[in-house]
Nanobody, 118 residues
Framework: QVQLVESGGGLVQAGGSLRLSCAAS????????MGWYRQAPGKQRELVAS???????NYVDSVKGRFTISRANGKNTVYLQMNSLKPEDTAVYYC????????????WGQGTQVTVSS
């Protein structure tokens, strides 16, 4: 089992910044990719950013150039630096982890609310 604990959400004005953190613990040896999903009310959940064990990153088009995903602390901590935030970034953000043999993300954090006011 892998446990994921997020922190760093909150309320910010448009144009501001926030940094989300996700600490992974437990059986992390087989985790080869971590990511951040978000879900806004009435909308489908979407993968915002992901990072592999090799440091390869991917972003949804709407956040490219504004968000940066990174890993630290022996790869067990993942960050999402969010700059130039927009009201449409408002959502619950979830940290996720995928095992090396999985096609989909296996573990999820509890979620952290990000609210961007206009």
């Amino acid at each position: 089992q892998v446990q994921l604990v997020e922190s760093g959400g909150g309320l910010v004005q448009a144009g501001g910044s926030l940094r989300l953190s996700c600490a992974a613990s437990g059986s992390t040896a087989n985790v080869n990719q971590m990511g951040w999903y978000r879900q806004a009310p009435g909308k489908q959940r979407e993968l915002v950013a992901s990072i592999s064990n090799r440091g390869v990153t991917n972003y949804v088009d709407s956040v490219k150039g504004r968000f940066t995903i990174s890993r630290a602390n022996g790869k067990n901590t993942v960050y999402l630096q969010m700059n130039s935030l927009k009201p449409e970034d408002t959502a619950v953000y979830y940290c996720t982890a995928k095992l090396s043999w999985s096609l989909e993300y296996d573990y999820w954090g509890q979620g952290t609310q990000v609210t961007v006011s206009s």
